[in-house]
C-alpha cells in the first residue's frame, strides 16, 4: 500500500510538472508568435526597402515599400536574387568587395545603383545584414535600402542656386569668379593668357519701365542665349549682376584669340531684338581686361573689367552700336578716384554741404530782378567747391541724384523760409530735376508735402531739360500733369538742343522755354544763331509761353534779345550764381532791378 501511494504521488507531481511545461512552452510560442508578427508589421510597414534572402542568396521576402520603390510586386522577386536589380553601373570587383566585406564582419553598407523594373536607374543607401543561427551559421541576409533620387535632386537643386542665376541658368557671379581662378592658375602652368570681359545693356532701365519687368527679364533671358550662341565653346558666360554679363577667354595665345571673341560679341548690337513681338534695340558696352597684364586674381580682372566698361560708357555715344573698352593702369586711378568721390557724396549729403547757389534772372526790358535759377554747389569740409559737371553726371551714375534733389529742395525751403523771405513775392525760384527724380516713386509725394508746408506752390518752378521730358513722354507727362495741377510752374531747360516735336511741345504742360546758351553765344554775329533763336521765340509766344535767354554776357546779346522779343534772361552780364548770403546782399544792393 505505501508503495502504491508513493507511486501516486509520484504520478502527480510528473503530471503537474508536464502541465507546468506544457503552460509555459505554449506561453513561449504565443509570445514568439506575437513577436514575429510584430516584426512583420514593422517590415511591411517600413518606409524603407526590405529584402530577406536565405542563405544563399535567394529572396524569401520582400514588403511594400520593397515594390514601391523598385517596382517588383512578390510574385515578380521572391525566388529570384537581387541580381534582378542590378543597374550595370558597378563592375564585378565592386560585388566582390561587397560580398568580401560582409563574410569578413556580417554587415555592408554604402551607396548603390539600382534598376528599378521600369528600367530607370536610381541610387539608393543600402544596408546589408548577415543572420546567424546558433551555430554561428548564415541562415539568412537582410538588405534595408532607401531610395536617394529625391535627396540627390535637392542637392542639385540647392548646387544650381549657389552657382547658377535662377532667370538666364548661366553660371552666377560667385560660379563666374571661381572659374576665372581655376582659368588662371591653368594659365600659370601653361604660360597663357585670360581675357575677362563685362558686357552691358545700355539704358536697360527704360526697358523695365516701358514694358515692365516681365519684358526686361525676357530681354535678359534672349541675351543670356544670344550671348552663349555668340561665343560658343571658346568662351564662358555668366550673369553677374543685373544686365551685365560676364565673359571668360582662356588659353589665349596672342591677342587674336579674344578679339575675335569681343568683336562677336560687340556685333550683338547689330541688329534688333523681337521678343513677344515687341521689337528692341540693345546695344552693349564691353570692358575687357587680361590676365597677367591687368591683374593677377579673379577679383582685379573683375574690377578692372568693370572700369574699363565705365569709362567707354562715360564718352559720347555716336554712331556705334557696340563698344568695347580695355583696361589701363589709367583706368584704375580714375576708379579710385571715383569711388573716393562717390563715398564723400554720401557723407556730405548727409552733412548738407550740397547748397543752392542761386543765379538772378532778370526782366529784359525793366531790369527788374524777378527770380533766379537754384544750382547745386558741393562745399567741401575744407571749403573747397567741387565743380557740378564733376559729380553731378557720377550723382546720375550712381542713383544718389535723387538724395541730391531731396536736399536741394530741402535747402531752398529753408532759404525761403529765412534769408530770402522778405523777397518771396517778387520772386520765382527755379530748381531742376532729373528723369531718375522725376520718375522716382516719392518724388511726387515729397515735392507735395514741402509745398504744403512751406506755401512755396506759386514761388516755386521745376525745370527739366528737353531730353528728359522727351526720353520717356508716356511716363513723364502724368507727372508733369500732376505737379503743374499742385500750382508749380513748368520750364523746358537747354531748348533747342534736343528733339522735341511740336506736337508734344503743344500738349506740355509747361510755362516756360529756356533758350539755350549755346543759341546765345554768337547772337550778335551769327546769323545761323539768329535765325534759330528768332524761330524760338516766335514759336514760345505763339504757345503762350514765357522766354528766358540763359548765357547773356554782353550788351549786344541783351539788345538782340531785347528787340525780338525774349522776356527774360541769366547770365553774367547781370550775376554770376550766388550762395544764399551774397544773393540777399545783391538783392538789397539792386532793389529790385539792374542797370
Known amino acids: 500500500i505505501t508503495s502504491q501511494i508513493h507511486t501516486e504521488n509520484e504520478l502527480r507531481r510528473v503530471n503537474r510538472e508536464l502541465d507546468q511545461l506544457l503552460k509555459a512552452r505554449t506561453s513561449s510560442l504565443t509570445t514568439a508568435h506575437r513577436e514575429l508578427q510584430l516584426m512583420n508589421s514593422v517590415m511591411q510597414n517600413s518606409l524603407n526597402g526590405v529584402t530577406i534572402t536565405d542563405d544563399s542568396g535567394v529572396i524569401q521576402q520582400i514588403n511594400a515599400a520593397f515594390t514601391a520603390e523598385t517596382g517588383y510586386a512578390p510574385d515578380d522577386a521572391i525566388g529570384k536574387t537581387p541580381r534582378i536589380l542590378k543597374s550595370g553601373r558597378h563592375d564585378e570587383t565592386f560585388y566582390q568587395k561587397l560580398w568580401a566585406k560582409i563574410q569578413t564582419t556580417g554587415t555592408w553598407e554604402g551607396e548603390i545603383w539600382n534598376r528599378r523594373k521600369t528600367g530607370e536607374v536610381f541610387p539608393e543607401w543600402l544596408a546589408i545584414q548577415a543572420i546567424y543561427d546558433e551555430m554561428g551559421q548564415v541562415t539568412n541576409y537582410v538588405a534595408v535600402f532607401h531610395d536617394l533620387t529625391e535627396l540627390r535632386k535637392k542637392e542639385e537643386e540647392v548646387e544650381f542656386s549657389t552657382n547658377y542665376d535662377a532667370l538666364t541658368r548661366l553660371p552666377n557671379r560667385l560660379s563666374f569668379l571661381e572659374r576665372v581662378d581655376a582659368a588662371i592658375r591653368n594659365a600659370r602652368r601653361h604660360e597663357t593668357s585670360v581675357a575677362v570681359a563685362i558686357a552691358d545693356i545700355d539704358d536697360f532701365r527704360r526697358i523695365n519701365e516701358t514694358g515692365g519687368h516681365p519684358a526686361g527679364d525676357a530681354v535678359l533671358e534672349h541675351l543670356a542665349g544670344t550671348l552663349r550662341e555668340t561665343v560658343g565653346d571658346d568662351a564662358t558666360v555668366a550673369r553677374i549682376v543685373g544686365d551685365e554679363f560676364g565673359v571668360l577667354i582662356d588659353g589665349i595665345i596672342d591677342q587674336w584669340d579674344y578679339l575675335q571673341t569681343t568683336d562677336r560679341l560687340a556685333a550683338v548690337s547689330e541688329k534688333p531684338t523681337t521678343i513677344a513681338g515687341t521689337s528692341y534695340d540693345l546695344t552693349l558696352t564691353i570692358g575687357v581686361a587680361l590676365f597677367p597684364g591687368d591683374g593677377d586674381t579673379a577679383m582685379t580682372l573683375l574690377n578692372n573689367a568693370e572700369a574699363a566698361l565705365y569709362q567707354v560708357k562715360r564718352r559720347p555715344r ?188 503743344k500738349r506740355l504742360p509747361i510755362d516756360v522755354l529756356k533758350i539755350d546758351k549755346s543759341f546765345v553765344d554768337d547772337i550778335a554775329s551769327d546769323g545761323n544763331d539768329q535765325a534759330i533763336v528768332t524761330t524760338i521765340i516766335a514759336m514760345g509766344k505763339a504757345l503762350n509761353l514765357r522766354l528766358v535767354a540763359e548765357g547773356i554776357e554782353t550788351p549786344q546779346q541783351r539788345e538782340f534779345l531785347t528787340t525780338h522779343g525774349c522776356t527774360e534772361g541769366q547770365g553774367y552780364l547781370y550775376g554770376k550764381p550766388m550762395d544764399r548770403d551774397t544773393f540777399v546782399q545783391f538783392l538789397e544792393t539792386v532793389r529790385g532791378a539792374v542797370p
Open 318 to 505: 555716336l554712331l556705334e552700336a557696340g563698344r568695347v573698352g580695355m583696361y589701363t593702369a589709367a583706368l584704375d586711378e580714375a576708379l579710385r578716384r571715383r569711388i573716393s568721390i562717390e563715398s564723400q557724396m554720401r557723407i556730405d549729403l548727409e552733412n548738407r554741404r550740397f547748397v543752392p547757389f542761386y543765379q538772378p534772372r532778370i526782366d529784359l526790358a525793366t531790369g527788374r530782378v524777378v527770380g533766379a535759377e537754384a544750382l547745386a554747389r558741393w562745399i567741401r569740409e575744407d571749403g573747397t567747391v567741387v565743380s557740378p559737371g564733376e559729380f553731378i553726371p557720377l550723382a546720375e551714375e550712381t542713383g544718389l541724384i535723387v538724395r541730391l534733389g531731396e536736399v536741394m529742395l530741402d535747402n531752398v525751403h529753408r532759404d525761403l523760409a529765412g534769408s530770402l523771405a522778405p523777397f518771396r513775392d517778387d520772386l520765382t525760384v527755379s530748381f531742376n530735376a532729373s528723369i531718375k527724380e522725376l520718375l522716382d516713386p516719392g518724388f511726387v509725394e515729397r515735392l507735395s508735402h514741402r509745398i504744403a508746408e512751406g506755401g512755396t506752390a506759386n514761388t516755386l518752378e521745376l525745370e527739366l531739360t528737353e531730353s528728359v521730358i522727351m526720353d520717356d513722354i508716356d511716363n513723364t507727362m502724368p507727372v508733369l500733369e500732376t505737379i503743374k495741377a499742385q500750382g508749380l510752374s513748368l520750364a523746358v531747360d537747354d531748348f533747342g538742343t534736343g528733339y522735341s516735336s511740336l506736337y508734344y511741345l
